[in-house]
């Protein structure tokens, strides 16, 4: 059976936490992660990964719109600031060990929508007016300084959606042994089926386990469509395109898409 490698953390616990949790029996050949980086990406593995990430694997890789994760007003990407960011003029930018897509996002919107002039980007540990930070740590509650949530800008800069992660799989094995695919597809949406009907434990569980801000959690699930959405994939290739040079991405971006038709296609 061909391996999978999931992407197993706050964001994508929609397909995730129901395998962590023992609500749906995890195969041998799926193997969760906290972060799935190319290390772990071969032309012969699927992935369920950051859709930044994903990106740098088009020549090998086809896009399985049945699983994807795409948020329009609430994302799991924010921005902090010791000041309000309109009174921050310049400023180094630390992403700390933030995910590639949140980095995207971070570059796509702090100087032109926020107005920030970025001095530079560090990803060395140190103190900065400016940081972004992800996943667990997007979603806990601060009494001191400001947050913003990225895709929320990204949305009012742009009008678009952007998916936070998408699913790999190897053309070669779309091409040879679909059904595998298939089969593998379809665990990750009855997984997703188990977190749907349980949601509220799925919120409980996680927020109370993590120390994160329910309502917070609440909002993010909520807004994330759980397939690959028109919008979703105009948002993420013009953001893609956007940061292309800056983060070093293929020159070609233009990925092959394919759907099982398991998860309601939306004109959105």
């Known amino acids: 059976m061909t391996n999978c490698y999931l992407e197993a953390n706050v964001a994508t616990s929609q397909f995730s936490y129901p395998f962590q949790s023992g609500w749906v029996d995890t195969p041998e050949w799926l193997i969760l992660r906290d972060r799935v980086t ?3 990406i071969d032309e012969d593995s699927c992935a369920f990964v950051d859709s930044i990430e994903a990106t740098r694997h088009f020549e090998t ?8 994760l795409v948020c329009t007003h609430r994302g799991p990407f924010v921005m902090r600031t010791t000041e309000r960011p309109d009174e921050v003029q310049h400023a180094t930018v630390q992403l700390g060990d933030c995910s590639q897509a949140a980095e995207a996002l971070a570059r796509a919107t702090i100087h032109h929508f926020y107005g920030i002039d970025v001095v530079d ?3 060395s540990p140190q103190s900065s007016d400016v940081s972004i930070l992800d996943e667990a740590e997007a979603l806990i509650s601060h009494e001191d300084g400001y947050t913003e949530d990225l895709v929320r800008a990204w949305f009012i800069l742009t009008s678009m959606s952007v998916p936070t992660h998408v699913f790999l799989a190897p053309t070669k094995k779309l091409e040879s042994s ?4 298939k089969s593998i597809v379809k665990l990750l949406r009855d997984s997703l089926a188990q977190a749907t009907e349980r949601r ?3 919120r409980r569980n996680i927020s109370g386990d993590l120390g994160l801000d329910r309502e917070h959690l609440t909002e993010l699930l909520g807004d994330q469509k759980p397939r690959l959405t028109k ?5 993420w290739i013009d953001l893609a395109n956007r940061v292309r040079q800056s983060m070093s991405l293929p020159a070609s971006l233009n990925p092959d898409v394919v759907s099982f038709g ?5 004109q959105e």
């Open 38 to 40: 190319d290390e772990f």
């Open 61 to 68: 890789h086809s896009v399985v719109a049945d699983v994807a």
């Open 121 to 123: 980007w560090n990803r």
């Open 178 to 181: 679909q059904s595998e695919i």
């Open 200 to 202: 509220r434990e799925l």
């Open 231 to 235: 919008s979703g994939r105009k948002g």
């Open 262 to 266: 398991m998860a309601r296609e939306e």
